[in-house]
């Protein structure tokens, strides 16, 4: 009868998990545990195929996160190079003005000397035709022909008049030419210096945003892959979070379906020995609801602690010694099924709420031996363990000696 209502009661969680093998185990629960068993041994292997994969998505998006801080301080760099390109662009710039500045000069003054050059050119012609055109006398002629001495001064300084202006002349266009062709050789240099200012500047800005474009571009590749990584992740995580969630529901599943067997049975299983810093070890294993002293409607002080646990769970000596007390629910009142173990001649624990004894009076037990069965004998409001420790028969707190 106690079977077939469990068998009832474990069925809608899991249909909830719509496992219709355990639906169609229902009605024995050693097959639904089997069940359990195994779907709780894949649901723990793709759990850790998920954490696997979760791993190699950290590393990997690290190793991104790694690489793009490289690219980031180079492109910070070159950054900071482009600036002091920058400067040097400006000064380039400026010279640059300089040079355009000086190039319109030169013209102007090559226009200039030009336009001298052809004057004087034409003034050379001029005086060559004057030259050729005229008979010019020699100086033993103008002597002869002079009429008194002051008139041959007069005539020798014309002679020296005429030949100083030819002689300007010719200076003048040799110079005005000379001058020229230097004015001429230094707007080739100028033109060339522009064009070798423009073309490297050209180049280094070039060369930089380039450089610069690549890493940038290489850095968003990063930034769109590190986030695909980062989506497989949290698409991979959650998917751990909800297999952990099923796991933890077959977990409890599996628990109930155990503990409703060996209630079947008779008692649950022991489980392992729970040691403490102290000289006894935990009679049960199991949150403590309830602390020592605790104040209660009925009583001020709460003489010991409550351990909760479900009904038959095996309860451990804390010590060895000889049972001492053994009192039922009827001789014991609010106690419950009763049993106290003197340990040493001040030292005894005490037991209550038990659902069945496991030893007798007077008996010698070790440490970690079944006494009895947890409960929900006497006063209790839910199955549990409480345990105290007395001291020359006061009662005092158990966490000092578990």
């Known amino acids: 009868m106690r079977l077939r209502t469990f068998a009832a009661g474990v069925v809608l969680p899991l249909v909830a998990w719509g496992a219709s093998p355990l639906i ?36 990997e998006i690290s190793a991104y996160t790694s690489r793009i801080d490289r690219l980031q301080a180079r492109i910070t760099g070159l950054r900071t190079r482009e600036s002091r390109v920058q400067d040097a662009l400006d000064r380039n710039r400026a010279e640059l003005l300089q040079i355009q500045a000086d190039l319109r000069a030169e013209r102007a003054r090559l226009i200039r000397l030009r336009k001298r050059l052809a004057t004087a050119r034409a003034a050379l012609a001029t005086r060559l035709v004057e030259l050729y055109e005229s008979d010019r006398p020699d ?57 070798a200012v423009t073309a490297r500047i050209l180049q280094r800005r070039q060369e930089i945003t380039a450089v610069k474009q690549d890493l940038i571009d290489t850095r968003v590749g990063y930034d769109g892959t590190r986030a695909d990584k980062q989506n497989a992740l949290t698409h991979v ?15 409890a599943q599996q628990a109930k379906i155990t503990r409703t067997l060996q209630q079947s049975q008779g008692q649950l299983p022991a489980g392992p020995i729970k040691r403490g810093g102290g000289t006894l070890i935990w009679p049960v294993n199991g949150p403590i609801t309830s602390p020592f002293c605790e104040h209660r409607a009925w009583e001020s002080c709460h003489p010991g602690i409550d351990i909760g646990v479900p009904s038959g769970t095996p309860i451990r000596a804390a010590a060895a010694g000889r049972v001492a007390l053994l009192q039922s629910e009827a001789a014991s009142g609010g ?34 031996q079944v006494i009895g069965l947890s409960g929900c004998t006497g006063r209790c409001f839910g199955p549990h363990l409480h345990f105290e420790v007395r001291i020359n028969g006061a009662v005092t707190n158990p966490l000092n000696y578990l």
């Open 24 to 59: 169609a185990d229902a009605g024995n629960p050693s097959a639904t545990a089997a069940s359990l068993s195994n779907k709780i041994q894949q649901v723990q292997g793709k759990i850790g195929r998920k954490k696997g994969t979760e791993q190699v998505l950290t590393s």
């Open 139 to 195: 100086l033993v002629t103008v002597v002869l022909s002079a009429k008194g001495f002051a008139e041959l001064i007069e005539r020798a300084d014309f002679m020296n008049r005429i030949s100083e202006q030819d002689r300007a002349i010719v200076s003048l266009v040799k110079n005005a030419r000379a001058d020229a062709i230097a004015t001429a050789q230094r707007l080739d240099k100028l033109e060339a210096r522009q064009q």
């Open 335 to 368: 106690y419950g099924n009763f049993t106290c173990i003197q340990h040493t001649g001040a030292m005894a624990t005490c037991y209550a709420h038990q659902s069945a004894f496991r030893v007798s009076l007077g008996q010698q037990v070790s440490q970690g």
């Open 237 to 251: 995580r959650a998917e751990r979070h909800q297999l952990e969630g099923n796991l933890s529901d077959l977990k």
